[in-house]
């Protein structure tokens, strides 16, 4: 089997071996989660673009700390939840 896109198998092989363990590898800080309000990446999952682009509305009016870490822990809430399904956009938001 030939993989075209190795940062997405690194990442893969990153989460089973996580998942083994009990734990949860996807996670943003709130540096990368300012990167994505303030970005404009594509995303494969029609759900999480729809929950960044509710996030980019509130931090367009209220860009404080507090609202960036809200946006952050929603946003891992989000990938902790979706994992099995979030391992394509999660590649392209840990190159941030």
């Given amino acids: 089997m030939r993989h075209e896109n190795y ?4 990442v ?6 996580n998942c083994l ?3 949860s590898l996807m996670k943003v800080t ?5 990167k994505l309000l303030k970005g404009n990446q594509t995303f494969k999952q029609f759900g999480f673009s729809m929950m960044l ?3 980019k509305a509130l931090y367009a009016k209220d860009p404080s700390q507090i609202t960036l870490q809200n946006c952050t822990a929603e946003i891992n809430d989000f ?4 994992q099995g399904i979030m391992s394509s956009d999660y590649a392209i938001i840990s190159k941030l």
């Fill in 53 to 55: 682009t509710r996030h």
């Fill in 7 to 10: 940062s997405d198998v690194k």
């Fill in 21 to 23: 363990k009990g734990g």
């Fill in 30 to 34: 709130p540096q990368q989660t300012e």
């Fill in 79 to 82: 990938l902790t939840k979706f």
């Fill in 12 to 17: 893969n092989c990153q989460l089973i071996a």
